[in-house]
């Protein structure tokens, strides 16, 4: 189904913005913030941003690390605050009483007497939401949380450590104030979103941004085009960055069918930058410079961003930060094979013997290969 185009010049911006309000992707874990200005949004360092927290669960998985903490939870996005991640990335939708609510999928799910009851998340109130799983007043007992897999199979939401559902002020409240927000603005890609009802959602989001953030660094990013430019007509404290499939899906709105045409958009609304399905890039390499000459930032998620040596690639490549799900992992190996140790006086700088060696022929023979081996 075609998404509605939406016209944002007559689009205001948001009414207030508060004076503490971080105008720079700025973080006590960089040693310097990001620079926005006329070249370009840059992000100062290699970036290990955080699926969901500590990682999305993957209820079917042999790997008890996909259903060890539940995700987008607090308690998760602490975790990942231990692990040394600079980000954490969740999923933002507003209710019918509109409050931001931290959730992934489109559809929560429980059971009751038998019955499995399916209900859409943005259609139920925060008191509804929040009266799913665990609960944090003693002696109350949430609804059973069920789930839905991508072959249609129901199974109990059950991981080892579990953890209530929260909203997005909770989040600013009580995650570690150094970490990172990457929100991103999460839409039915099946409805046609009216403009009117867009900028509501969006305005209610930022409203709890602006009065919660602080200090804290904020990057917005959304798969649907529409809102994308209207977050970024709506204010302009905050990078926006598109996200996109880089053609390894195909859908209706042509806006989302390629690398080309995420570049397209994000030149047209004034992004920071990119966000893609890392085979989007294995795909295409060329994009690469593409992106960059275009003064965007370009990050990626995806399976294969769990694989330290296909992350060190993307290094190589000019990705310049990637969202994990198997984070303790991948910020360590970052830390081997990326981050360069620093030396005392004195001391000769320490050679990192965990670093993949490869000659610009390897490299260049690698990026002919790599397309040929990602398929869908």
């Keep these: 189904m075609a998404l509605k ?56 998985s042999s790997d ?13 996005f602490n975790n990942a605050a231990n692990c ?22 489109n559809f929560i799910l429980s059971e009751e007497n038998g019955t499995i009851s399916e209900k859409r998340v943005t259609d139920q109130s925060k ?10 007043e003693s002696g109350k007992v949430g609804k059973p949380l069920l789930r839905k897999t991508k072959d249609g199979k129901i199974l109990s939401w059950k991981v080892e450590t579990d953890d209530s559902l929260c909203t997005l002020q909770e989040a600013f409240e009580q995650v570690d104030p150094s970490l990172g927000f990457n929100i991103e603005l999460k839409f039915d890609d099946h ?13 209610t989001i930022l409203q709890v941004v602006f009065e919660h953030a602080k200090d804290r660094p904020i990057i917005f990013s959304t798969f649907q085009p529409d809102a994308a430019l209207l977050v970024k007509k709506l204010q302009s404290t905050y990078p926006v960055f598109f996200l ?16 080309e045409e995420a570049i397209k958009l994000c030149l047209e609304g004034g992004m920071e930058g990119i966000v893609t399905e890392v085979r989007g890039i294995f ?66 700088e320490m050679q990192v013997k965990t670093k993949p060696q490869f000659s610009q022929r390897e490299l260049a023979f690698m990026l002919k290969l790599i397309p040929e081996l990602i398929q869908l």
Aim: aromatic residues 8%; glycine residues 6%.
């Design 283 to 348: 795909r295409n390499p060329a994009a690469v410079n593409k992106i960059k000459e275009s003064k965007l930032s370009l990050l990626t998620y995806g399976k294969l961003n769990n694989v330290p040596e296909a992350v060190y690639l993307q290094h190589l490549m000019g990705v310049e930060g990637v969202i994990v799900d198997l984070v303790q992992e991948i910020t360590e190996a970052v830390s081997d094979m990326i981050t360069k140790p620093v030396a005392e006086e004195g001391v000769e």
């Design 244 to 259: 996109t499939d880089g053609g390894t899906s195909i859908f209706y709105d042509v806006r989302r069918n390629s690398l």
């Design 191 to 203: 409805i046609v979103y009216e403009q009117d009802y867009l900028i509501h959602v969006l305005q």
């Design 64 to 76: 008890r690390r996909m259903k060890a903490i539940k995700e987008n939870s607090v308690l998760s």
């Design 84 to 105: 040394a991640v600079d980000f954490i990335e969740f999923d933002v939708q507003v209710t019918k009483d509109d409050c931001p609510v931290i959730f992934h999928d």
């Design 127 to 136: 008191s509804e939401i929040l009266a799913y799983g665990p609960q944090r």
């Design 5 to 60: 185009a939406v016209h944002v010049s007559d689009v205001p911006n948001l009414d207030q913005v508060p004076e503490n309000a971080s105008v720079t992707l700025y973080s006590s874990r960089f040693s310097k913030g990001a620079d926005v200005g006329r070249v370009g949004f840059k992000i100062p360092k290699f970036m290990v941003i955080g699926h969901r927290g500590s990682g999305m669960n993957v209820l079917q």
